[in-house]
Structures are given as C-alpha cells and as structure tokens.
C-alpha cells in the first residue's frame, strides 16, 4: 500500500468512493425493491412519492454501509489477491479513515431513512444492520456467504413491500427468496475467479467446498429455485401478463447465462466471461423484471 494517498480533485475523490462501493451494482438490489413497492400496491395504483423517495435512500444507504465495511474488513485480503489488490483501499488510494467515515454516514441515512417509514420497518431495522455486516466476516467461517449477501438483497425487497404495506404477508417472503437464490446462484460463479486464491488463503466459498463443477451444479440448483419460487409468487398473488413474461425472461437469461460460461471436462468454467455473466445479464435481469412489473401498473 502507497504510504500516502494521491492528489486527486473533488470529482476524482467521488469516483473513487464510488469505484469503492461499487455503486453501479446497486442495479443488481434496488430495482427488485421497486418492484416489491408496485407489486405491493393493489390495482393500477403505484406507491407515494414520499415512500419511494425513503425506500431509495435507505437502499443507496444500506448498500453503501454494507460495501463500504465489506472493502474496510477484506482490505488485507483484497491486497494479497492479484485479481483485488488494485482496489481502492489496498491500492491506497481511499483510506481507511475515509472509509470509516462513509460507512458511518451511510449507516445514519439508512437509519434516518427507515425512521420515515412503518413501524415494522423500525423494528425490523437492527436484524437490517445484523445481515449488512455479518456479510463481510461470513467468508472467514463458511461458505455460506453467498446465501447471506443473497438474504442481504432479498431483504430489500421484502422491506420495500413492508415499506408500503405495513404488515408482513407471505407474498413478500416468497419474491424475497426468489432473489436469495437468484444472488446466491450469481455471486457462487463469481466467486469461481477466486477459487485457487481462496483455497491459499484458507477462506471459505461453495467453490472450495464443492469443488468447481459442484459450485457450478448448486448455482444451477438456486437459480431453479428462484423461477420456482416467482412461478409460485405468480399463482398465489394477482399478476398481470407481463409478470408472466418476466418470469419467462428471468428464466431465459439465467439459461444464458449458465451456458455463457460452460466449460468443458478439462475447464468446468470459462473465467474469462464471468463478469459478462455476473453483470451483463443479471443486471437486465433485474431491470427487465422492474420494467415488466411496472407495465403490468400502466396498462
């Protein structure tokens, strides 16, 4: 790590911020949220302005808190794996100091954001806190991670009905692990970049556990789960056609996507296209179905 940081200008100071959270993954969280808010609301009507405006906050907020402390806590690791050691902190071009102070400031939008909303959002706000920040420690001990950041994202969703709602139902529950399974199958391919690193490292992964081609076999699993699992949120729950047709698309992509990165005997996984995988196509995914959600609203 550089013993002092460079001399950057305000927009470069942000850019890196930015590049340190990741915040163009927000595409991947806060979409399904929206989604929950209109599917949340009966008929053609859509959700406040006002609740909108809070649930957005307390995603760019939680988001940013879980990031900013995930980059914090895995700074040594990230430093000692070639794939991360250019990433803002261990590259030192954001301190730890600043770090500290994002994730704090993001922490208190994420509190005075859920103040705005109902009661059960209030309540439920320490268990927010708990799954934000057990994330970034889960690698240390088990492979489980995945299915936590899938419960992080998940959650958000759920709390964007509540956040409409008031009172919890089994409508949500079902859509929120639909996008449990769905993260939880895309981050265990993404985590195959780091398979022979982890392995070194001692850190904990389904890839480690299972092995390439198991990881591979569960991802697929999850991702069945979670067209499952909208499938049953469809049948149970009053939808228009065009959730039919997310429902097809989510499917179709998930296929494309698992076959974008097929390997064969000799490689069970093409790494090189990974990322295309990990951001292209779940980041439609997850557009389209907000998009197709909200056409069901409109006409």
Not at 171 to 186: D, E, K, S, T, Y
């Amino acid at each position: 790590m550089t013993s002092s940081l460079p001399k950057l200008g305000v927009w470069g100071r942000l850019a890196e911020y930015a590049e340190l959270v990741k915040f163009e993954h927000t595409i991947f969280a806060l979409p399904f949220a929206l989604s929950a808010m209109l599917l949340a609301v009966p008929g053609s009507q859509l959700p406040s302005f006002w609740t909108v405006l809070w649930v957005v906050l307390c995603m760019v907020g939680g988001r940013t808190y879980a990031m900013g402390l995930n980059r914090l806590i895995d700074a040594r690791i990230d430093g000692q794996n070639p794939r991360t050691q250019n990433r803002s902190i261990p590259a030192g071009r954001v301190s730890k100091q600043g770090a500290w102070v994002l994730i704090l400031a993001s922490g208190l939008l994420l509190v005075l954001s859920v103040w705005q909303l109902p009661l059960i959002c209030r309540l439920l706000l320490p268990l927010a806190f708990l799954i934000l920040t057990i994330y970034s420690y889960m690698k240390l001990f088990s492979p489980l991670a995945h299915l936590v950041l899938g419960i992080a994202l998940g959650s958000s969703a759920v709390g964007g009905w509540l956040a409409v709602t008031g009172a919890l139902a089994w409508q949500p529950v079902v859509f929120g692990l639909a996008i449990v399974f769905w993260v939880a199958g895309f981050d265990v391919i993404y985590a195959c970049q780091d398979y022979e690193f982890d392995q070194t490292a001692g850190l904990k992964s389904i890839p480690v556990a299972l092995g390439l081609q198991g990881a591979l076999q569960l991802s697929r699993l999850f991702h069945c789960l979670t067209v499952g699992l909208l499938v049953g949120f469809a049948l149970g729950y009053s939808v228009g056609l065009f959730f039919w047709f997310a429902i097809l698309m989510t499917a179709g992509m998930l296929v494309y996507e698992h076959w974008l990165i097929r390997g064969d005997d000799m490689t069970p996984i093409r790494l090189e296209k990974v990322n295309e995988a990990f951001f292209t196509v779940n980041g439609r995914i997850s557009m389209a179905v907000f998009l197709l959600v909200l056409a069901d609203k409109l006409f």
